[in-house]
């Protein structure tokens, strides 16, 4: 059994370091309504939740995570800044044979600040680090927030930009988008072809002859997205050097006094990262005052990426250099853009993260 | 113990499996009355007919229940999580050929790719409130071929049967489904994206890992597949 006797005593042991740090325990519900993640994460949450059904609430999903609910909760009251904790099981499915548990602990720490970002973020890593530090884990940070700022002030078509921020943790995508939209690649076959045949046709000519048009998307919306295929032909590509510095973010990878020199020198050519950088600064500099070693952290410019989508500024996580098999014991990030989906526009700064208790059980007895 | 081979129980899965294992020296055949679903096997010693309905064999072959069956890929990959653990591809038997296709309809001038899907689903989403909704049975080939293609802003939507009319109907904006000739997909005015094809299918001869190998299976399955000049890794 993976909810054994000394993994649920860790979780105790966790959520009480947490709460002696000043965070409050809460508790949230097992069955969640599916409404809510499916919206948030879309149809790869079926594959990852537990999804039953209601006879009287419709869908629901066993709680895949604490985070969501967690600021769902203080959004509908908590007064701030607010520091939360819990600890309880998540459900997760596994489509592969991995080995991992479908159901296991995670304690969490969670912190809604609009003061003092930097200073949030760095009083959430080190106390990580601290609950980590018998365990011989090692960081990884990133931030998210750099990247975006840099695809946001691209000189290009909002549609352009639109698309790239919607496809920021889906790396495969984002990468095929950057090299068309800065002309890396050739115009896909049937593109050219649905030009070609809207300069010749024209779009209602085109619709009509494909007639009829069933279903909820009509003829407006054809017409609509034709258009905006046509702009984007005649849109100039992005430049060579504006591409460029979204891939010397990608490929960043160094300590965090280097990357931060290196981002600094990209802040020149690109400004609209300048105040990112900025933030990673006071942030490093945040971190050292609490007596975080920041000159051995690793920084990754695409660190964060492929993780549940929430993640908008920093983020980190906490692995065993000796167990690269294993997932990391925690991990966790900001999060401001969840808080304003869950918010309907009304958003906290929000920041957090969660150790899932098996593992530092399993690297406590020395990684047996 | 006999070794087990699960075969489709009526139509013509039935028969082309038949007629494939009689081609290569072994006699399938129904016995009783044709409700009964009994049959019986003949030209390999040890050798058991059990006769399922199609979509049962994948779970039967994945709890051992039975040693080998005959049932198309795409309902292996669709009903068995990390199927390739479970189940070994003996033969493809060069039938029961058909391909899961990402279909939209063909009024959809702006639409011949998934790139072009994607941003249609972002697109639609921002104009209807919620998101594209794609019919199919099969949740499990979709959903992976989607995400490994980095569409986003769908759903998938639970269709048996009549899927092609998901979009007339006014149920779902698109459809991933089984097509062999692509003939329902034209009549109900929808055509398949350049890129759209999940997975291409035919029937198959599978071997269980789950079920209990024995000399007496083990020494059947060689006397089988030597009759049937197939090869096992």
Sequence with gaps: ?368 | MALKLGVPSKGRLMEATFGWFGARGVTLRRTGSAREYAGAAEGVDGLELVLLSAGEIPRELAAGRVHLGVTGTDLIRETLAAWETRVEALAPMGFGRADLVIAVPRAWVDVETLDDLDAVAAQFRRTHGFRLRIATKYHRLAREFLRAHGVADYQLVDSRGATEGAVKNGTAEAVADITSTGETLRANHLKVLVDGLVHRSEATLLKSRRAEWGDAENAALKALLCRLGVTSE
């Design chain 1, 1 to 368: 059994m993976n909810a054994g006797e000394g993994v649920r005593a860790e979780a105790a042991r966790l959520r009480a370091f947490f709460e002696a740090a000043g965070a409050t325990p809460v508790e949230t519900d097992i069955l969640q309504p599916a409404a809510t993640l499916l919206d948030l994460y879309g149809e790869d949450i079926r594959a990852r939740a537990y999804v039953t059904h209601d006879p009287l609430r419709g869908e629901l999903m066993l709680r895949p995570d604490f985070t969501v609910p967690v600021a769902q909760m203080h959004m509908a009251g908590g007064t701030e800044p607010a520091r939360y904790t819990y600890a309880g099981k998540v459900f997760r499915a596994q489509e592969r044979e991995t080995g991992r548990p479908s159901e296991y602990f995670q304690v969490g720490y969670e912190v809604f600040d609009r003061d003092d970002p930097a200073a949030a973020d760095a009083g959430v890593f080190a106390l990580f680090s601290e609950a980590l530090s018998p365990l011989g884990v090692r960081a990884a940070t990133g931030d998210l927030g750099i990247l975006m700022d840099a695809v946001r002030g691209l000189r290009t078509t909002e549609e352009r930009k639109a698309a790239l921020m919607r496809h920021i943790w889906r790396p495969r995508r984002f990468r095929a988008l950057l090299d068309r939209f800065s002309g890396r690649v050739p115009l896909p076959p049937a593109r050219r072809q649905i030009l070609e045949k809207l300069a010749g046709r024209g779009a209602d000519g085109m619709i009509a002859e494909m007639a009829p048009v069933p279903g909820l998307r009509g003829a407006a919306e054809i017409a609509e997205r034709l258009e905006t295929l046509r702009t984007d032909a005649a849109a100039p590509p992005i430049g060579r050097e504006e591409a460029g510095v979204l891939d010397r973010i990608l490929d960043l990878r160094a300590t965090a006094p280097e990357a931060l020199a290196r981002l600094r020198e990209l802040a020149a050519e690109a400004p609209q990262i300048g105040p990112a950088v900025a933030r990673m600064a006071a942030r490093l500099e945040a971190m050292a005052a609490r007596g975080i070693e920041v000159s051995g952290l690793e920084f990754s410019g695409s660190h964060g990426r492929t993780t549940l989508e929430y993640y908008d500024g920093f983020v980190f996580g906490f692995a065993a250099p000796a167990r690269p098999d294993l997932p990391p014991v925690a991990t966790g990030g900001r999060y401001d853009a969840l808080t304003r989906v869950l918010g309907r526009g009304r958003a906290v700064p929000a920041v957090g993260g969660v150790i899932r208790p098996h593992l530092a059980v399993v690297l406590g007895r020395g990684g047996e």
